[in-house]
């Protein structure tokens, strides 16, 4: 496995990764607005998308961030590995790489939005407290960095 950064020739495959994601949580599988739209959504404004692919070259897992205007602060979106390769790693070392980077760019603080229902979302609400975050309210996380 290796994780770029987002290129346009990826965007169907994430999107059906995505997809797949959504449905193997029992959830109506859809897109987020910003997936059709991560160059202006993301790379315009110099925040960062990043695919992790394969061997094959297919994207088995994505993570992205947008910084919080006037701080030093971002907001993580968009982890997702694809269903049949959970639990191998992969969501812990896409979360690994973004918060280096982060780190390395002066970031201080990562914040992430946890979706509702909580049932639904049950993995995301085990997997960032066991990498550092804490609740600050029922539905948001916060790590320092710096």
């Given at each position: 496995?290796?994780?770029?950064?987002?290129?346009g020739?990826?965007?169907?495959?994430l999107?059906?990764?995505?997809?797949?994601?959504k449905?193997?949580?029992?959830?109506?599988?859809s897109?987020?607005p910003?997936?059709?739209t991560?160059?202006?959504?993301?790379?315009?404004k110099?925040?960062?998308?990043w695919?992790?692919?394969?061997d094959?070259?297919?994207?088995?897992?994505?993570i992205?961030?947008s910084?919080?205007?006037k701080t030093?602060e971002?907001f993580?979106?968009?982890?997702?590995?694809?269903?049949?390769?959970?639990?191998?790693g992969?969501?812990?070392?896409?979360?690994?790489?973004?918060?280096d980077?982060?780190?390395?760019?002066?970031?201080?603080h990562?914040?992430?939005?946890?979706?509702?229902?909580k049932e639904?979302?049950?993995?995301?609400?085990?997997?960032?407290?066991?990498?550092?975050y804490?609740?600050?309210?029922?539905?948001h996380l916060?790590k320092?960095?710096?």
């Open positions: 496995m290796k994780i770029i950064e987002y290129k020739n990826y965007r169907d495959d999107i059906f990764m995505v997809l797949e994601a449905n193997a949580l029992r959830r109506i599988p897109i987020n910003d997936l059709l991560i160059e202006t959504s993301y790379l315009e110099e925040d960062c998308f695919l992790a692919v394969n094959e070259n297919r994207v088995i897992g994505s992205a961030y910084s919080i205007p030093n971002v993580l979106h968009r982890l997702f590995i694809k269903p049949s390769l959970k639990h191998q992969i969501g812990s070392q896409l979360l690994a790489f973004a918060e980077y982060l780190r390395k760019i002066g970031k201080s990562v914040r992430i939005h946890l979706g509702q229902p639904q979302w049950f993995e995301s609400y085990q997997f960032y407290p066991k990498h550092g804490r609740f600050y309210d029922d539905t916060i320092k960095l710096i």
